[in-house]
Protein backbone atom coordinates (compact mmCIF):
# COMPACT_ATOMS: atom_id res chain seq x y z
CA UNK A 1 0.00 0.00 0.00
CA UNK A 2 1.54 3.46 -0.77
CA UNK A 3 0.50 6.06 2.05
CA UNK A 4 -0.16 8.87 0.13
CA UNK A 5 -2.59 6.96 -2.00
CA UNK A 6 -4.55 5.56 1.12
CA UNK A 7 -4.29 9.05 2.68
CA UNK A 8 -5.62 10.64 -0.54
CA UNK A 9 -8.37 8.28 -0.74
CA UNK A 10 -9.28 8.85 3.11
CA UNK A 11 -9.59 12.86 2.26
CA UNK A 12 -12.03 11.71 -1.01
CA UNK A 13 -14.49 9.98 1.32
CA UNK A 14 -13.71 12.56 4.10
CA UNK A 15 -14.60 14.95 1.08
CA UNK A 16 -18.02 13.35 0.06
CA UNK A 17 -18.66 13.20 4.30
CA UNK A 18 -18.48 17.05 4.39
CA UNK A 19 -20.19 17.85 1.71
CA UNK A 20 -23.28 16.16 3.06
CA UNK A 21 -22.87 17.87 5.90
CA UNK A 22 -22.71 21.11 4.31
CA UNK A 23 -26.14 20.42 2.72
CA UNK A 24 -27.60 19.32 6.35
CA UNK A 25 -26.74 22.16 7.96
CA UNK A 26 -27.59 24.89 4.97
CA UNK A 27 -31.02 22.89 5.31
CA UNK A 28 -31.12 24.09 9.38
CA UNK A 29 -29.95 27.06 8.31
CA UNK A 30 -32.65 27.96 6.09
CA UNK A 31 -35.37 26.24 8.62
CA UNK A 32 -34.45 29.02 11.23
CA UNK A 33 -34.07 31.97 9.13
CA UNK A 34 -36.30 31.75 6.00
CA UNK A 35 -38.73 28.75 5.76
CA UNK A 36 -42.27 29.28 5.16
CA UNK A 37 -44.47 27.87 8.19
CA UNK A 38 -46.08 25.42 6.20
CA UNK A 39 -42.42 23.84 4.52
CA UNK A 40 -41.42 22.63 8.37
CA UNK A 41 -42.48 19.21 8.09
CA UNK A 42 -41.71 17.95 4.71
CA UNK A 43 -38.54 20.21 5.40
CA UNK A 44 -37.79 17.88 8.77
CA UNK A 45 -38.47 14.71 6.63
CA UNK A 46 -35.41 15.88 4.30
CA UNK A 47 -33.57 16.35 7.26
CA UNK A 48 -33.95 12.73 8.60
CA UNK A 49 -33.08 11.01 5.27
CA UNK A 50 -29.69 12.90 4.91
CA UNK A 51 -28.77 12.94 8.60
CA UNK A 52 -29.32 8.99 8.31
CA UNK A 53 -27.10 8.94 5.26
CA UNK A 54 -24.25 10.82 6.65
CA UNK A 55 -24.50 8.28 9.87
CA UNK A 56 -24.23 5.36 7.60
CA UNK A 57 -20.92 7.35 6.44
CA UNK A 58 -19.48 7.76 9.52
CA UNK A 59 -20.25 4.07 10.93
CA UNK A 60 -19.31 2.99 7.65
CA UNK A 61 -17.27 -0.38 7.74
CA UNK A 62 -14.93 1.81 5.25
CA UNK A 63 -14.02 3.56 7.56
CA UNK A 64 -12.98 1.36 10.29
CA UNK A 65 -10.64 -0.17 7.47
CA UNK A 66 -8.91 2.84 6.86
CA UNK A 67 -8.19 3.11 10.44
CA UNK A 68 -6.65 -0.82 10.08
CA UNK A 69 -4.81 0.10 7.19
CA UNK A 70 -3.22 3.63 8.43
CA UNK A 71 -2.39 3.28 11.47
CA UNK A 72 0.95 1.00 10.96
CA UNK A 73 2.37 4.00 9.50
CA UNK A 74 1.46 6.84 11.71
CA UNK A 75 5.10 7.85 12.24
CA UNK A 76 5.73 8.37 8.71
CA UNK A 77 2.78 10.86 8.60
CA UNK A 78 2.68 14.76 9.44
CA UNK A 79 1.00 16.45 12.00
CA UNK A 80 -1.87 16.90 9.91
CA UNK A 81 -2.20 13.44 9.17
CA UNK A 82 -2.14 11.98 12.30
CA UNK A 83 -4.15 14.67 14.04
CA UNK A 84 -6.74 13.63 11.24
CA UNK A 85 -6.41 9.90 11.59
CA UNK A 86 -6.91 10.43 15.09
CA UNK A 87 -10.05 12.35 15.39
CA UNK A 88 -11.51 9.82 12.68
CA UNK A 89 -10.71 6.73 15.06
CA UNK A 90 -12.11 8.51 17.75
CA UNK A 91 -15.72 9.91 16.64
CA UNK A 92 -16.05 6.36 14.76
CA UNK A 93 -15.72 4.53 18.06
CA UNK A 94 -18.11 6.57 19.73
CA UNK A 95 -20.61 6.62 17.16
CA UNK A 96 -20.65 2.80 16.75
CA UNK A 97 -20.90 2.14 20.21
CA UNK A 98 -24.70 3.75 20.06
CA UNK A 99 -27.15 0.61 18.65
CA UNK A 100 -28.52 2.41 15.33
CA UNK A 101 -31.99 1.70 16.17
CA UNK A 102 -31.30 3.48 19.45
CA UNK A 103 -29.77 6.44 17.64
CA UNK A 104 -32.61 6.64 16.19
CA UNK A 105 -35.04 6.16 18.02
CA UNK A 106 -33.17 9.49 20.40
CA UNK A 107 -33.19 12.13 17.56
CA UNK A 108 -36.93 11.49 16.94
CA UNK A 109 -37.39 11.58 21.01
CA UNK A 110 -35.22 15.45 20.55
CA UNK A 111 -37.00 16.74 18.29
CA UNK A 112 -40.37 16.19 20.21
CA UNK A 113 -38.40 17.36 23.45
CA UNK A 114 -37.68 20.66 21.72
CA UNK A 115 -41.26 21.07 20.75
CA UNK A 116 -42.68 20.09 23.91
CA UNK A 117 -39.52 22.61 25.76
CA UNK A 118 -41.24 25.55 23.38
CA UNK A 119 -44.55 24.89 24.00
CA UNK A 120 -43.83 24.22 27.93
CA UNK A 121 -41.88 27.91 27.70
CA UNK A 122 -44.69 29.35 25.98
CA UNK A 123 -47.17 28.07 28.85
CA UNK A 124 -44.29 28.75 31.58
CA UNK A 125 -45.17 25.48 32.87
CA UNK A 126 -42.13 22.96 33.54
CA UNK A 127 -45.17 19.87 34.06
CA UNK A 128 -45.73 20.17 30.19
CA UNK A 129 -41.92 19.41 29.14
CA UNK A 130 -40.84 17.37 32.43
CA UNK A 131 -42.46 13.65 30.41
CA UNK A 132 -39.76 14.52 27.75
CA UNK A 133 -37.23 15.55 29.67
CA UNK A 134 -36.67 12.55 31.88
CA UNK A 135 -36.53 10.12 28.81
CA UNK A 136 -33.78 12.44 27.42
CA UNK A 137 -31.93 12.09 30.76
CA UNK A 138 -32.78 8.25 30.42
CA UNK A 139 -31.51 8.08 27.48
CA UNK A 140 -28.30 10.10 28.15
CA UNK A 141 -27.41 7.63 30.76
CA UNK A 142 -27.83 4.53 29.11
CA UNK A 143 -25.27 6.50 26.31
CA UNK A 144 -23.30 6.97 28.78
CA UNK A 145 -22.63 3.23 29.52
CA UNK A 146 -22.26 2.46 25.66
CA UNK A 147 -19.50 5.06 25.79
CA UNK A 148 -17.90 3.81 29.30
CA UNK A 149 -16.86 6.44 32.35
CA UNK A 150 -14.36 5.84 34.40
CA UNK A 151 -14.79 8.66 37.96
CA UNK A 152 -17.88 10.13 37.60
CA UNK A 153 -20.44 9.40 34.51
CA UNK A 154 -20.74 13.50 33.89
CA UNK A 155 -17.02 13.31 32.65
CA UNK A 156 -17.83 11.17 29.56
CA UNK A 157 -20.41 14.29 28.48
CA UNK A 158 -17.90 16.91 29.07
CA UNK A 159 -15.16 15.19 27.40
CA UNK A 160 -17.43 15.12 24.56
CA UNK A 161 -17.05 19.28 23.62
CA UNK A 162 -14.01 19.57 26.13
CA UNK A 163 -11.57 16.64 25.06
CA UNK A 164 -9.80 15.94 28.46
CA UNK A 165 -11.82 17.80 30.70
CA UNK A 166 -12.85 16.37 34.32
CA UNK A 167 -15.43 17.38 36.78
CA UNK A 168 -12.37 17.32 39.06
CA UNK A 169 -10.53 19.52 37.21
CA UNK A 170 -13.73 21.61 36.52
CA UNK A 171 -14.48 21.88 40.30
CA UNK A 172 -11.20 23.76 40.93
CA UNK A 173 -11.85 25.68 38.25
CA UNK A 174 -15.03 26.51 39.39
CA UNK A 175 -14.77 27.01 42.77
CA UNK A 176 -11.96 29.35 41.85
CA UNK A 177 -14.15 31.15 39.48
CA UNK A 178 -17.09 31.49 41.54
CA UNK A 179 -15.21 32.93 44.71
CA UNK A 180 -13.79 35.61 41.98
CA UNK A 181 -17.17 36.53 40.58
CA UNK A 182 -18.87 36.67 44.45
CA UNK A 183 -16.23 38.69 45.52
CA UNK A 184 -16.03 41.12 42.64
CA UNK A 185 -19.78 41.22 42.76
CA UNK A 186 -19.53 42.47 46.65
CA UNK A 187 -17.54 44.95 46.15
CA UNK A 188 -19.67 46.24 43.37
CA UNK A 189 -22.90 45.62 45.05
CA UNK A 190 -20.98 47.67 48.11
CA UNK A 191 -19.89 50.61 45.63
CA UNK A 192 -21.73 54.37 46.10
CA UNK A 193 -21.52 55.10 42.27
CA UNK A 194 -24.26 54.70 40.70
CA UNK A 195 -24.41 53.76 36.67
CA UNK A 196 -26.69 55.49 33.99
CA UNK A 197 -27.44 53.67 31.24
CA UNK A 198 -31.15 54.71 30.36
CA UNK A 199 -30.05 56.21 27.38
CA UNK A 200 -29.57 52.82 25.58
CA UNK A 201 -33.10 52.85 25.79
CA UNK A 202 -35.22 54.34 23.46
CA UNK A 203 -36.54 53.77 19.91
CA UNK A 204 -33.34 52.44 17.63
CA UNK A 205 -34.87 51.85 14.19
CA UNK A 206 -34.12 48.23 13.12
CA UNK A 207 -32.61 49.39 9.44
CA UNK A 208 -29.96 51.55 11.04
CA UNK A 209 -29.07 48.77 13.77
CA UNK A 210 -28.52 46.98 10.52
CA UNK A 211 -26.39 48.97 9.23
CA UNK A 212 -24.60 50.00 11.90
CA UNK A 213 -23.92 46.03 13.20
CA UNK A 214 -22.86 45.27 9.20
CA UNK A 215 -20.33 48.26 9.30
CA UNK A 216 -19.13 47.02 12.77
CA UNK A 217 -18.70 42.97 11.70
CA UNK A 218 -16.25 45.01 8.57
CA UNK A 219 -14.13 46.76 11.22
CA UNK A 220 -13.73 43.73 13.13
CA UNK A 221 -12.72 41.16 10.68
CA UNK A 222 -15.41 39.62 9.75
CA UNK A 223 -14.99 38.80 5.36
CA UNK A 224 -18.46 39.68 4.31
CA UNK A 225 -17.39 38.27 0.69
CA UNK A 226 -17.17 34.57 2.91
CA UNK A 227 -20.21 34.69 5.10
CA UNK A 228 -23.80 37.01 5.23
CA UNK A 229 -25.87 38.42 8.15
CA UNK A 230 -29.49 37.26 8.86
CA UNK A 231 -32.18 37.91 11.37
CA UNK A 232 -33.45 35.06 13.49
CA UNK A 233 -34.79 34.60 17.34
CA UNK A 234 -31.60 33.15 18.89
CA UNK A 235 -28.41 34.19 17.56
CA UNK A 236 -26.34 32.00 15.78
CA UNK A 237 -23.20 31.28 13.27
CA UNK A 238 -23.54 28.27 11.07
CA UNK A 239 -20.77 27.87 8.00
CA UNK A 240 -20.06 25.48 5.16
CA UNK A 241 -16.07 25.49 4.97
CA UNK A 242 -14.32 28.29 5.43
CA UNK A 243 -16.12 30.51 2.28
CA UNK A 244 -19.34 30.36 3.73
CA UNK A 245 -20.35 31.72 7.26
CA UNK A 246 -23.32 32.69 8.56
CA UNK A 247 -23.99 34.96 11.75
CA UNK A 248 -27.59 35.94 12.33
CA UNK A 249 -28.55 38.63 15.01
CA UNK A 250 -31.89 39.43 16.27
CA UNK A 251 -32.77 43.72 16.57
CA UNK A 252 -34.99 44.78 19.54
CA UNK A 253 -35.94 48.25 18.68
CA UNK A 254 -36.37 49.67 21.96
CA UNK A 255 -32.89 48.81 23.11
CA UNK A 256 -29.22 50.03 21.42
CA UNK A 257 -26.76 46.98 22.69
CA UNK A 258 -28.94 43.43 22.32
CA UNK A 259 -28.30 42.83 18.80
CA UNK A 260 -25.22 44.67 18.01
CA UNK A 261 -23.52 43.10 20.64
CA UNK A 262 -25.08 39.91 19.30
CA UNK A 263 -23.49 40.80 15.88
CA UNK A 264 -20.01 41.09 17.51
CA UNK A 265 -20.40 38.13 19.25
CA UNK A 266 -21.28 35.87 16.40
CA UNK A 267 -18.59 38.06 14.42
CA UNK A 268 -16.08 36.60 16.38
CA UNK A 269 -17.17 32.59 16.03
CA UNK A 270 -17.17 33.78 12.34
CA UNK A 271 -13.73 35.23 12.12
CA UNK A 272 -12.45 32.18 13.58
CA UNK A 273 -14.12 29.72 10.77
CA UNK A 274 -13.66 32.24 8.13
CA UNK A 275 -9.66 31.79 8.95
CA UNK A 276 -9.09 28.07 9.35
CA UNK A 277 -6.58 27.07 7.03
CA UNK A 278 -7.60 25.51 3.76
CA UNK A 279 -4.94 22.92 4.25
CA UNK A 280 -7.63 21.47 6.32
CA UNK A 281 -10.22 20.84 3.91
CA UNK A 282 -11.42 17.61 3.69
CA UNK A 283 -9.78 16.35 7.10
CA UNK A 284 -12.18 16.37 9.63
CA UNK A 285 -10.08 18.80 11.48
CA UNK A 286 -11.50 22.33 9.89
CA UNK A 287 -13.31 23.25 12.76
CA UNK A 288 -13.03 25.10 16.24
CA UNK A 289 -10.59 23.17 18.64
CA UNK A 290 -13.46 22.88 20.97
CA UNK A 291 -16.76 24.39 21.49
CA UNK A 292 -14.80 26.69 24.59
CA UNK A 293 -12.18 27.60 22.84
CA UNK A 294 -15.02 29.11 20.29
CA UNK A 295 -16.90 30.64 22.66
CA UNK A 296 -13.44 32.22 23.69
CA UNK A 297 -13.30 33.72 20.50
CA UNK A 298 -16.88 35.04 20.38
CA UNK A 299 -16.26 36.58 23.72
CA UNK A 300 -12.84 38.17 23.25
CA UNK A 301 -14.94 39.79 20.51
CA UNK A 302 -17.85 40.75 22.39
CA UNK A 303 -15.94 41.36 25.64
CA UNK A 304 -12.50 41.97 26.00
CA UNK A 305 -12.58 44.04 22.59
CA UNK A 306 -16.01 45.46 22.20
CA UNK A 307 -16.80 46.17 25.74
CA UNK A 308 -13.47 47.75 26.17
CA UNK A 309 -13.15 51.57 26.80
CA UNK A 310 -10.48 51.23 23.65
CA UNK A 311 -13.50 49.92 21.42
CA UNK A 312 -15.81 52.75 23.39
CA UNK A 313 -14.13 55.28 22.71
CA UNK A 314 -14.14 54.50 18.86
CA UNK A 315 -17.73 53.47 18.71
CA UNK A 316 -18.83 56.30 20.55
CA UNK A 317 -18.67 58.49 17.65
CA UNK A 318 -19.87 56.25 15.12
CA UNK A 319 -23.18 55.37 17.33
CA UNK A 320 -23.57 58.95 16.92
CA UNK A 321 -23.63 59.46 13.72
CA UNK A 322 -26.23 56.81 13.72
CA UNK A 323 -28.61 57.96 17.02
CA UNK A 324 -29.46 60.88 18.02
CA UNK A 325 -29.88 59.86 21.63
CA UNK A 326 -26.40 59.15 22.33
CA UNK A 327 -25.76 62.89 21.03
CA UNK A 328 -24.86 64.31 24.90
CA UNK A 329 -23.01 60.95 26.06
CA UNK A 330 -19.34 61.26 27.45
CA UNK A 331 -17.45 58.17 26.50
CA UNK A 332 -17.10 57.46 30.49
CA UNK A 333 -21.13 57.14 30.86
CA UNK A 334 -20.95 55.35 27.62
CA UNK A 335 -18.19 52.61 28.45
CA UNK A 336 -20.15 52.36 31.88
CA UNK A 337 -23.39 51.37 30.54
CA UNK A 338 -22.26 48.98 28.04
CA UNK A 339 -20.36 47.43 31.63
CA UNK A 340 -23.25 47.66 33.82
CA UNK A 341 -23.70 45.21 36.47
CA UNK A 342 -26.65 43.87 37.50
CA UNK A 343 -27.63 40.56 38.92
CA UNK A 344 -30.69 38.72 36.21
CA UNK A 345 -32.76 35.90 36.02
CA UNK A 346 -31.89 35.07 32.26
CA UNK A 347 -28.73 33.43 31.79
CA UNK A 348 -28.29 34.71 28.13
CA UNK A 349 -29.15 38.54 29.34
CA UNK A 350 -26.60 38.30 32.14
CA UNK A 351 -23.56 41.07 32.49
CA UNK A 352 -19.91 39.56 31.89
CA UNK A 353 -19.67 39.42 35.27
CA UNK A 354 -21.97 37.45 36.63
CA UNK A 355 -22.20 35.20 33.45
CA UNK A 356 -20.35 32.36 34.92
CA UNK A 357 -22.67 32.29 37.89
CA UNK A 358 -25.59 31.12 35.71
CA UNK A 359 -22.86 28.56 34.16
CA UNK A 360 -21.71 26.85 37.50
CA UNK A 361 -25.49 26.83 38.82
CA UNK A 362 -25.91 24.46 35.70
CA UNK A 363 -22.67 22.98 36.15
CA UNK A 364 -23.91 21.60 39.35
CA UNK A 365 -27.30 20.77 38.78
CA UNK A 366 -26.30 18.53 35.92
CA UNK A 367 -23.59 17.06 37.30
CA UNK A 368 -26.19 15.53 40.46
CA UNK A 369 -28.70 14.55 37.98
CA UNK A 370 -26.48 12.89 35.24
CA UNK A 371 -25.10 10.95 38.75
CA UNK A 372 -28.43 10.07 39.81
CA UNK A 373 -27.92 11.65 43.02
CA UNK A 374 -31.48 14.18 42.19
CA UNK A 375 -33.93 13.04 39.45
CA UNK A 376 -35.78 15.60 37.14
CA UNK A 377 -38.32 15.54 39.95
CA UNK A 378 -35.69 17.90 41.96
CA UNK A 379 -34.63 20.27 39.09
CA UNK A 380 -36.90 23.02 39.63
CA UNK A 381 -36.59 23.20 43.43
CA UNK A 382 -32.90 23.00 43.30
CA UNK A 383 -32.32 25.73 40.45
CA UNK A 384 -34.83 28.33 42.30
CA UNK A 385 -32.45 27.47 45.45
CA UNK A 386 -29.37 27.73 43.58
CA UNK A 387 -30.79 31.00 42.26
CA UNK A 388 -31.45 32.17 45.43
CA UNK A 389 -28.00 31.32 46.88
CA UNK A 390 -25.80 32.79 44.08
CA UNK A 391 -27.19 35.60 42.75
CA UNK A 392 -29.77 36.51 45.26
CA UNK A 393 -32.83 36.82 43.48
CA UNK A 394 -35.75 33.80 42.50
CA UNK A 395 -37.67 33.18 39.12
CA UNK A 396 -41.12 34.20 39.73
CA UNK A 397 -42.17 31.61 36.72
CA UNK A 398 -40.89 28.49 35.01
CA UNK A 399 -40.34 30.71 32.18
CA UNK A 400 -37.63 32.58 33.44
CA UNK A 401 -36.30 29.84 35.12
CA UNK A 402 -35.77 26.26 35.03
CA UNK A 403 -37.06 26.27 31.28
CA UNK A 404 -34.70 29.19 30.14
CA UNK A 405 -32.43 27.48 28.25
CA UNK A 406 -33.27 24.91 25.45
CA UNK A 407 -29.70 23.04 26.01
CA UNK A 408 -31.43 19.88 28.25
CA UNK A 409 -34.49 19.29 25.57
CA UNK A 410 -32.23 18.12 22.74
CA UNK A 411 -30.23 15.97 25.62
CA UNK A 412 -26.55 18.91 25.20
CA UNK A 413 -25.76 17.81 28.93
CA UNK A 414 -21.95 19.00 29.57
CA UNK A 415 -22.17 21.91 27.25
CA UNK A 416 -22.67 24.80 29.40
CA UNK A 417 -19.35 24.84 31.02
CA UNK A 418 -18.25 26.17 27.39
CA UNK A 419 -19.65 29.07 28.11
CA UNK A 420 -17.52 29.90 30.94
CA UNK A 421 -14.49 28.04 30.01
CA UNK A 422 -15.06 30.51 27.00
CA UNK A 423 -14.15 33.34 28.72
CA UNK A 424 -11.44 31.86 31.17
CA UNK A 425 -9.72 30.81 27.81
CA UNK A 426 -10.46 34.49 26.22
CA UNK A 427 -8.91 36.31 29.51
CA UNK A 428 -5.95 34.27 29.50
CA UNK A 429 -4.97 34.58 26.09
CA UNK A 430 -5.33 38.44 26.50
CA UNK A 431 -2.68 38.48 29.05
CA UNK A 432 -0.79 36.42 26.87
CA UNK A 433 -1.78 39.45 23.70
CA UNK A 434 -0.82 41.61 25.93
CA UNK A 435 2.65 40.86 27.02
CA UNK A 436 3.69 40.09 23.40
CA UNK A 437 2.41 43.46 22.05
CA UNK A 438 1.61 46.33 25.19
CA UNK A 439 0.48 48.95 22.66
CA UNK A 440 -2.30 46.61 20.80
CA UNK A 441 -5.30 48.50 22.62
CA UNK A 442 -4.17 51.73 21.49
CA UNK A 443 -5.13 50.74 18.00
CA UNK A 444 -8.48 49.62 18.99
CA UNK A 445 -9.43 53.21 19.72
CA UNK A 446 -8.93 54.09 16.15
CA UNK A 447 -11.29 50.85 15.39
CA UNK A 448 -8.43 49.36 13.84
CA UNK A 449 -8.50 45.75 15.27
CA UNK A 450 -6.16 44.23 12.43
CA UNK A 451 -2.87 43.59 14.93
CA UNK A 452 -5.44 41.80 17.27
CA UNK A 453 -7.44 39.70 15.07
CA UNK A 454 -4.01 38.82 13.44
CA UNK A 455 -2.70 37.53 16.09
CA UNK A 456 -5.65 35.27 17.01
CA UNK A 457 -5.63 34.37 13.58
CA UNK A 458 -1.83 33.35 13.99
CA UNK A 459 -2.53 31.69 17.28
CA UNK A 460 -5.92 30.25 16.83
CA UNK A 461 -7.91 30.28 14.26
CA UNK A 462 -5.71 29.06 11.57
CA UNK A 463 -5.12 25.48 12.93
CA UNK A 464 -8.40 24.34 13.47
CA UNK A 465 -8.72 21.04 15.14
CA UNK A 466 -4.75 20.31 14.66
CA UNK A 467 -4.50 20.53 18.83
CA UNK A 468 -6.72 19.91 21.32
CA UNK A 469 -7.76 22.54 23.60
CA UNK A 470 -4.99 22.05 26.37
CA UNK A 471 -2.42 21.81 23.76
CA UNK A 472 -4.05 25.24 22.29
CA UNK A 473 -3.86 26.79 25.03
CA UNK A 474 -0.78 25.57 26.47
CA UNK A 475 1.27 26.83 23.04
CA UNK A 476 -0.54 30.05 23.51
CA UNK A 477 0.47 31.40 26.98
CA UNK A 478 3.02 28.75 28.07
CA UNK A 479 0.66 26.90 30.88
CA UNK A 480 -2.68 25.49 31.14
CA UNK A 481 -6.05 26.79 31.67
CA UNK A 482 -5.68 28.89 34.68
CA UNK A 483 -8.96 30.43 35.95
CA UNK A 484 -6.75 33.70 37.71
CA UNK A 485 -6.67 35.47 34.20
CA UNK A 486 -10.01 35.94 34.23
CA UNK A 487 -10.49 37.23 37.67
CA UNK A 488 -7.83 39.30 37.29
CA UNK A 489 -9.42 41.02 34.25
CA UNK A 490 -12.79 41.14 36.16
CA UNK A 491 -10.99 43.15 39.30
CA UNK A 492 -9.11 45.13 37.38
CA UNK A 493 -12.28 46.53 35.04
CA UNK A 494 -15.20 46.38 37.53
CA UNK A 495 -13.09 47.91 40.40
CA UNK A 496 -12.09 50.93 38.29
CA UNK A 497 -16.11 51.64 37.01
CA UNK A 498 -17.44 51.31 40.05
CA UNK A 499 -14.55 53.09 42.10
CA UNK A 500 -13.70 50.09 44.66
CA UNK A 501 -10.74 48.19 45.34
CO1 LIG B 1 -21.36 31.78 21.18
Known amino acids: MELRDKINELKDYLGQYERLEQAIGLIYWDMRTNIPNKAGES ?7 LSGESFKMITSPKIEEFIKDLTPYKDEMNLTERRMLEELERNYNETKKIPEDKYVAYVGLCSNSELAWEKAKDASDFEIFKPYLEKVVEFQKEFINYWGYKDDKYDTLLD ?4 GLTTEKLDKIFSELRDGIIEVLNKVKGSKKKLNRDFLYG ?3 ADKQKELSLYILDKIGFDMEAGRLDVSVHPFTTNFGNKDVRLTTNYHEDEFTSALFSTIHEGGHGIYEQNISDD ?3 TGLQAGASMAIHESQSRFYENILGRSKEFCSYLLPVAKKYFNDFKDV ?7 AMNYVETSLIRTEADELTYGL ?4 RYEIEKELINGRISVDDLKDLWNKKYKEYLGIEPKNDSEGILQDMHWSDGSFGYFPSYALGNLYGAQMFH ?3 NEKPNVMEEVKNGNLTEVTKWLNEKVHVHGAIYTPEELIKRITGEELNPKYFIDYLKNKYYKIYDVE
Do not use: A, G, Q
Open 203 to 205: HFD
Open 43 to 49: RSKVLEY
Open 160 to 163: KYEL
Open 280 to 282: LEC
Open 358 to 361: HIII
Open 330 to 336: TLDEFYE
Open 432 to 434: TLL
